[in-house]
């Protein structure tokens, strides 16, 4: 059992940068393979980035490739996903979710654990 749990979400302007952060519970952290999704009202969750268990393989949805970036810190299971350059589009609740599948995953369905989501909303 993997429990998570995302911070760092809030309220920024357009241009602006916000970081956020999943912390993990349990000393499995390092066999999972984590990703960020979000989520906007009246649409379906969608994959922002995905990390490898080691964080050796990366990927990006086109959305925000360029833009954000994914990382993580296996010894403080946590993993962060830093926004630059946000625009209004990028308004939806976040959520950080791990899978055992090996390598990176951008499929929703395929993820075991699943965290609360933080709202990020960027103003115009």
């Known amino acids: 059992q993997v429990q998570l749990v995302e911070s760092g979400g809030g309220l920024v302007q357009a241009g602006g940068s916000l970081s956020l952060s999943c912390a993990a519970s349990?000393?499995?952290?390092?066999?999972?393979?984590m990703g960020w999704f979000r989520q906007a009202p009246g649409k379906e969750r969608e994959f922002v980035a995905g990390?490898?268990?080691?964080?050796?393989?990366?990927r990006y949805a086109d959305s925000v490739k360029g833009r954000f970036t994914i990382s993580r810190d296996n010894a403080k299971n946590t993993v962060y996903l830093q926004m630059n350059s946000l625009k209004p589009e990028d308004t939806a609740v976040y959520y950080c979710?791990?899978?055992?599948?090996?390598?990176?995953?951008?499929?929703?369905?395929?993820?075991?654990?699943w965290g609360q989501g933080t709202q990020v909303t960027v103003s115009s």
């Open positions: 349990g000393r499995t952290f390092n066999r999972y393979g």
């Open positions: 979710a791990a899978h055992s599948r090996g390598g990176v995953v951008t499929t929703p369905y395929e993820y075991d654990y």
């Open positions: 990390i490898s268990l080691s964080g050796g393989i990366i």
